[in-house]
């Protein structure tokens, strides 16, 4: 009995990162950008945890593996979007990353439809792409609550890394589940 209750803290947390999302979106808003910070990175650690509790104790869950991955895209798109509205993030660095994660998703949604839901295991390239947004969005909250603390150049830098990796990981997803789902036996026995 006891262990059944464990098995529910991965998607505690899980919830906790999706109830996170608007007060971020809110402490950006409001100008209260150290909040959003301490926020977002509570979110972002928790994402780590509860990874970790699930794979480590066998507490993996049907419903941890679809809420996760949107928790995750929700906190992302969300925050870009909010800084990037503010003029805060470059406004084709957000479009990028919103096109690329809406395509994902509804490339899923697609898969599903046609032969199933998929096994999804993420590329190193989309935990590398995600790592790097995660951290470009890090270092905008941190130089928004403490000005001009990186360089501009820094950004620079970051903001084009991040999009070619954005996009390479965007044509790496295409190109790999459109192959998978050709190859799905579900999707060539409905043919």
């Not at 928790?71 to 990037?84: E, P, Q, R, S, Y």
């Not at 830098?157 to 044509?171: K, N, P």
């Amino acid at each position: 009995m006891a262990r059944s209750i464990y098995r529910v803290i991965p998607n505690a947390i899980t919830v906790l990162r999706l109830v996170l999302v608007l007060p971020i979106a809110f402490s950006i808003l409001d100008e209260n950008y150290f909040l959003a910070l301490v926020l977002f990175t509570i979110s972002g650690m928790s994402d780590g945890v509860d990874g970790f509790l699930a794979r480590r104790y066998g507490w993996e869950s049907a419903f941890g593996r679809l809420i996760d991955p949107l928790a995750d895209k929700l906190m992302m798109i969300v925050t870009t979007v909010t800084l990037g509205l503010l003029g805060h993030f470059p406004f084709m660095l957000m479009v990028l990353i919103i096109v690329k994660d809406v395509a994902t998703l509804c490339g899923v949604f697609a898969y599903t439809i046609l032969a199933g839901f998929p096994k999804i295991q993420p590329s190193w390239l989309g935990k590398l792409t995600t790592a790097a947004q995660i951290i470009l969005l890090v270092a905008v909250l941190l130089n928004l609550s403490s000005p001009g603390l990186l360089p501009e150049m820094l950004f620079t830098i970051w903001f084009w890394m991040v999009a070619l990796m954005t996009a390479s990981d965007g044509v790496s997803y295409l190109w790999i589940w459109t192959g998978r789902l050709a190859e799905d036996p579900r999707w060539k026995d409905g043919i």
